[in-house]
């Protein structure tokens, strides 16, 4: 059974940092990432990374945020810094098994003064 258990998010002033990580079991993966959704908007992509280490980066976050992956341990991480406040959403994580893709339920974001 594969599992996705994420855990980083909270509440930030605009500039702060957090490191969000993601810790999957039950697959091999290939492709593993981060995804943002806003209340009303559609998921978006915040980060991808493979195994073999090539990234996909949101123009929106690209130079503030950071994605890494531990194919030993099936984590993979996003810091996050320089936040602002429409970085506020609800983060999820993605991992793709054989054939499928796999969402974490998610956490929450929120960045405010």
């Keep these: ?34 995804y943002r959704q806003d209340p009303g908007k559609e998921r978006e992509l915040v980060a991808t990374i493979t195994r073999g280490g090539n990234t996909n980066i949101a123009d929106s976050v690209k130079g503030r945020f950071t994605i890494s992956r531990d ?5 993979v991480n996003v810091q996050t810094n320089s936040l602002k406040p429409e970085d506020t959403a609800v983060y999820y994580c993605y991992a793709r098994g054989i054939g499928v893709g796999y969402w974490g339920k998610g956490t929450l974001v929120t960045v405010s003064s």
């Excluded at 194919?71 to 984590?75: D, E, H, L």
């Design 1 to 34: 059974q594969v599992q996705l258990v994420e855990s980083g998010g909270g509440s930030v002033q605009p500039g702060g940092s957090l490191r969000l990580s993601c810790a999957a079991s039950g697959s091999i993966f290939s492709t593993m990432g981060w």
């Design 71 to 75: 194919n030993a341990k099936n984590t």
